[in-house]
């Protein structure tokens, strides 16, 4: 039961397409995880508040709408400012190819576009959770 | 009565009128490619059990519409052909809806951003990166006018796809109306209006249940009265479908959300038959030929049924349920997207097979981004060829009698009537919605479906078989940032400049009306618009009466 | 926050007494993963759970949004609030999808409200076995009140009196609630019965099962308090607020607090002294050679140990 891998799934922005987070945090609740979903219509503040009193891992950030430019690096951003840059972002959703390669180095760390199979997100959690500090 | 006098009663008694009206059409030949006249519908063979068939299908316009809501259906005249756009600013928006027409489209559906649907300004915090992606932003009557600049709107039928703040866009149409000079009964098109999918799949609320519920029957009231040609409401499974929804789910859900609407109006005292015939209904056409076309036979027979047995109406106009019909974006592929060309094909035949009054073809890039300019043309291309090529729109109904079809179509009506009875159980759809029922049914759907896919048990060419050959390229559209500091500036300008006084007085009416219950809204609404009060301060105003509703259920 | 043990669970410790969201987040997850880390936070931590309130009822209740709805009140009368809200782990994957948050979005950004989704990890209780020591963690964190939510499914609602001062249990009208209620024994473990939804048809006829029951206080001779609720647009809860605050005051005389608390460092004692004694003999590879102790021997000296060790620690001690 020892370092229990917790994760956010979370949906910044105003749209209310949820299907492919719902999927997701049901996905990773079935492979093993303690998946935390947020709801829709988070502010990347609220998001972040979020990540912090779960203490989660992993934050997954889901849209749809088109404004991750505006609205995955200020998670990123957010969460250094609180003390909390170890907590790993990744993102899925429409993200055009030259989006992806930018939020990359803004400090999303993995973009998964629509359709990905689940076993890709697992396999990006598994070796990355190798980097995180034990509890 | 045999069913050939019983052809003779129908084409003499229901026919005739429309083709004297409406005379069938002569661009398209009315025969098949090798010289084959068709018939206008084909019934079962001499010695059927008319009885029974007329029971089932009946005729072309005739109760239970099985067949279709008009007699001649294509024959007359083809469905509307209506793209779905919107993006960036209203002048943007205003050349692609005249693009649209150049191009042929015969009616203007309009996208909203974000903000808009869920009543904010482009200034507000919440539409930090939102402004203009989805849709065009509407802040202000400024807006509007800008988006129908040079398009007459007594010429063009206009859908627009606005829900919770769907009162305040309609009253911006009419007054835009009124500067053209154009009198509110010339005015057609649609409103979505459709707050219960929203809380139910499509996640664009704002006000709890019980104050939406009053606007959407203030809309009806404010329609037959006012505007005599327009849709107060198109009733969506559309987003139930996208959120994973069965078609059976889709069917069932949406035509609860129907009954909901119809009892609500009852109860604020309108008569059944002064707004059922202007209730619209949308659906989603998905890959499965078969089950699709059932659906939509079915759910036609269903609501005549509901109307005549539930609501003890006979007027034929609110029997037939009308529909627009947009192929699935849920179905579309970002693998390979060029293949979703082939996937919208199969789905626009079936609603076309299903007989839609009018529709929307995806592009092969919405599951990318938004759509370019070519994509859009590629996916009006494919109605048209449909249309004008295929020959399924030259007889009505041609998959009756298939003996697949009409099962299925039997099957889909018994499931989602299992549905039915027990959302009344739960004591009707507000309820259920309240409990999450609905909701839970979507979602183990939608996940059941990921599965196996994920398994292997479903399988989607491009994804999880045939994927070998590599993805296309295709040139997406790019995001821009532009119009966020244009849209602002915007909204800010309006403030300036118009009567401030005058603004704060329309609102402070609008408050006053929403605390009275039995307040009409829609007058006050108009009236707040007229004097350039934005989107926002009006939903603002609203919101401070009526609170927000806030999402509750759990994955 | 890694590296040299305790020096790193130092700097928790006093982040959490600095009552930094982060290092409160950090501690809570430290007492879930269990082990000697676990035992020296909480050592260092030294708290004292404030005022816990547990909401037990079946799934679909409200009890999120009574919870959120709680929180507003507690808020109001310038109280620091924490939530817990427990959710089952899967039996198959040992996974968990928490989602009781989402109903309480509307305290976002309120850094005066902490809400901690926790999983059950394998607890049948229903409540984890940390979560009794995350209240001692909030309570050092500052915060004035603590309320749980926990699964409310079968014998697991009991479980909530493990952990909480005050047990309400939420249901509603028109659902068969009483019915299942009562037969799953949660009639005895409630303070305070709650109608929410109580606009829904049928509240009536609830509340006269209620009444009807006699149901009591554990503990005590008092009637249990039965209350309406409409948790979704606030009504009663102003109410059900002041009574919860009036009857922890009154169970506190009544020196009914105090045995509850009692009873559960009892049984977190017996806890502590059953997972050693099992640690001991894994880790010593069973029991020693045969006829080397006797169990009459055995068990005086064993009594004389719990004596030196145990006997002056008071009663009054916390875990």
């Avoid at chain 2, 919605?433 to 996940?447: K, V």
């Amino acid at each position: 039961m020892e370092n229990t891998v917790r994760i956010l799934i979370a949906k910044p922005g105003l749209d209310g397409h949820d299907r492919g987070a719902k999927y997701i945090a049901r996905a990773l609740r079935d492979a093993g995880y303690e998946v935390i979903y947020s709801g829709i219509r988070q502010t990347p503040e609220a998001i972040v508040e979020m990540a912090i009193q779960e203490d989660v891992q992993f934050v997954g950030l889901s849209l749809l709408s088109g404004a991750h430019m505006a609205l995955f690096p200020r998670v990123v951003d957010l969460l250094r400012e609180h003390d909390a840059g170890d907590i790993v972002v990744f993102g899925g959703g429409i993200i055009p190819g030259p989006d992806v390669y930018e939020l990359q180095e803004a400090g999303v760390r993995a973009v998964f576009p629509p359709g990905t199979p689940i076993k890709k997100v697992i396999d990006f959690i598994e070796a990355t959770r190798q980097e995180l500090p034990a509890l | 009565m045999s069913l050939s006098n019983e052809r003779s009663r129908w084409e003499r008694e229901v026919v005739q009128p429309v083709v004297r009206r409406h005379p069938e059409r002569r661009d398209g030949r009315l025969e098949t490619a090798s010289g084959v006249p068709l018939e206008r519908v084909y019934l079962p063979p001499e010695g059927a059990d008319g009885a029974a068939y007329r029971e089932s299908l009946g005729f072309p316009g005739e109760y239970p519409f099985t067949r279709g809501v008009q007699p001649t259906m294509y024959r007359g005249r083809y469905w509307t052909m209506r793209q779905y756009a919107g993006f960036g600013t209203a002048r943007e928006t205003n050349e692609r809806f005249r693009y649209l027409l150049d191009e042929g489209q015969t009616g203007l559906s309009v996208a909203f951003d974000l903000p808009t649907q869920i009543g904010y300004d482009s200034d507000h915090g919440l539409a930090l990166g939102e402004v203009g992606k989805v849709g065009v932003a509407i802040d202000s009557l400024a807006d509007m006018e800008v988006l129908f600049d040079r398009i007459p709107l007594d010429r063009v039928s206009t859908s627009m796809t606005i829900n919770a703040p769907a009162a305040v866009l309609l009253a911006m149409y009419t007054v835009v109306a009124e500067k053209q000079g154009v009198s509110r009964d010339s005015l057609r098109g649609t409103i979505q209006n459709d707050i219960l999918k929203e809380y139910i799949a499509r996640g664009t609320y704002i006000f709890p249940p019980e104050p939406s519920m009053r606007l959407v029957t203030n809309t009806f009231r404010f329609c037959a009265e006012e505007l005599p040609r327009w849709n107060s409401i198109s009733i969506s499974g559309y987003h139930i479908r996208e959120a994973g929804a069965t078609a059976v789910q889709e069917l069932a859900f949406t035509l609860a959300d129907a009954i909901a609407y119809v009892e609500a109006a009852l109860s604020a005292g309108l008569d059944i038959d002064a707004f059922a015939g202007r209730l619209s209904f949308f659906f989603s056409a998905g890959s499965d030929l078969l089950e699709e076309v059932a659906k939509f036979r079915a759910a036609r027979r269903m609501w005549a049924r509901i109307m005549k047995e539930r609501f003890g109406s006979d007027s034929p106009r609110s029997q037939a349920l009308r529909f627009h019909a947009q192929t699935s974006g849920a179905a579309l592929t970002a693998q390979q997207p060029d293949n979703n060309v082939v996937r919208v094909t199969l789905h626009a035949l079936a609603a076309v097979l299903g007989g839609a009054q009018s529709l929307h073809t995806n592009s092969r890039d919405e599951a990318l981004s938004l759509p370019t300019e070519e994509s859009v043309r590629i996916a009006l291309r494919t109605q048209q060829i449909i249309a004008l090529e295929s020959g399924v729109a030259n007889t009505v109904d041609p998959l009756a009698g298939s003996w697949a079809v009409e099962a299925l179509t039997d099957e889909l009506e018994s499931r989602a009537r299992e549905y039915l009875e027990r959302i009344d159980r739960e004591g009707g759809m507000v309820a259920a919605i309240g409990r999450g029922t609905p909701q839970r049914d979507i979602e183990d759907a939608a996940y059941r479906y990921q599965r196996e896919i994920e398994d292997h048990d479903r399988l989607v060419v491009g994804v999880n078989c045939h994927e070998g050959i590599g993805d296309s390229c295709i040139d997406v559209m790019g995001f821009r940032q532009d119009v966020h500091d244009a849209q602002v500036s915007r909204v800010e300008g309006v403030r300036e400049e118009r009567d401030g006084a005058a603004a704060a007085s329309t609102l402070a009416a609008l408050r006053d009306a929403a605390r009275d219950p039995d307040a009409d809204l829609m007058e006050p609404i108009v009236e707040a618009v007229r004097a350039y009060a934005t989107l926002g301060e009006i939903c603002g105003a609203l919101r401070d009466e009526f609170g927000e509703y806030r999402q509750h259920t759990v994955v | 926050m890694t590296g040299g043990e305790d020096g790193a669970l130092g700097e928790i410790v006093d982040g959490v007494r600095r009552r930094r969201p982060r290092a409160i987040g950090r501690a809570i997850s430290i007492v879930e993963a269990g082990g000697p880390r676990r035992d020296t936070l909480m050592d260092l931590i030294d708290g004292t759970p404030p005022p816990v309130v547990g909401l037990t009822g079946p799934p679909g209740a409200g009890k999120s949004t009574l919870i959120a709805a709680l929180v507003s009140a507690a808020r109001e009368a310038g109280k620091r609030v924490a939530v817990l809200a427990v959710d089952p782990s899967s039996p198959f994957s040992g996974g968990a999808l928490l989602g009781d948050r989402l109903r309480m979005t509307r305290h976002s950004g309120d850094t005066e409200v902490f809400i901690r989704s926790m999983a059950t990890r394998g607890h049948g209780g229903g409540l984890s076995a940390a979560a009794l020591e995350a209240t001692a963690i909030l309570g050092a964190a500052g915060f004035d009140t603590v309320f749980v939510e926990s699964v409310g499914v079968g014998q697991s609602e009991v479980g909530i009196m493990s952990i909480a001062d005050l047990v309400l249990v939420v249901l509603n009208p028109g659902t068969g609630d009483e019915i299942q209620t009562l037969k799953a024994g949660v009639m005895e473990i409630g303070d305070v019965y709650i109608i929410n939804k109580a606009d829904l048809a049928g509240a009536d006829d609830l509340e006269r099962a209620l009444r009807h029951a006699q149901l009591v206080i554990p503990g005590t001779e008092h009637r249990a308090e039965i209350c309406r609720t409409v948790a979704a647009d606030g009504t009663g809860v102003p109410e059900l607020y002041a009574a919860t605050g009036d009857l922890l005051a009154r169970l506190d005389e009544d020196g009914a607090l105090d045995r509850r608390r009692r009873v559960r460092v009892t049984a977190a004692w017996e806890q502590l002294a059953g997972d050693l004694l099992r640690q001991w003999l894994r880790e010593r590879g069973g029991v020693p050679p045969a006829g080397r102790v006797r169990f009459g021997e055995l068990r005086d000296r064993l009594w004389a140990l719990m004596d030196e060790v145990l006997g002056d620690t008071g009663t009054g001690g916390e875990t």
